[in-house]
């Protein structure tokens, strides 16, 4: 993902597929990794979602912040929720809530791009919403002073 330092993946991992884990939880969280290698291996850094919280997306922004966008599947809070680095992915914001209120715990998939005013668009997915209920594809268009980053 970066062009210097190292490279960093989010990625969705089960419970099931860790036996150091109890397995009484098997739902999908999100695990930082990263290269030092150019993508030749990888090492395992922490988790950056709750149980429930997958299907991510990092971008680099123009101020060399990283975004990380996700799905959220808990009972309490059905859309998509953001996290910010500002020190190359080793420390993040706490999560902050892009979209809220969709109907159905099978959402998120998002994708982020940054317009050339600074604007983030974020598209994400959803079996129903309020303004759809059938498979939804919402688009949002924001900027981070329009949350809460906390870092």
Known sequence: MRNE???????????????????????????LHTSEDRGRSWQEQFRLSYPNQHTSHLLQLADDKILLTYGCRMDELFGVIGRLSDDGGE?????????????????????????????IVTAYYSKSSPWYQRYHMGVLRWNLTMVDVGI
């Open 5 to 31: 330092g190292p490279w960093l993946a989010s990625v969705r991992i089960g419970d099931r597929a860790r036996p150091d884990i109890d397995r009484r939880n098997n739902q999908p969280y999100i695990v």
């Open 91 to 119: 420390k993040w914001s706490r999560p902050f809530v892009l979209v809220s209120g969709l109907l159905h715990g099978d959402c998120g998939y998002p994708s982020d791009v940054q317009l050339e005013n600074g604007d």
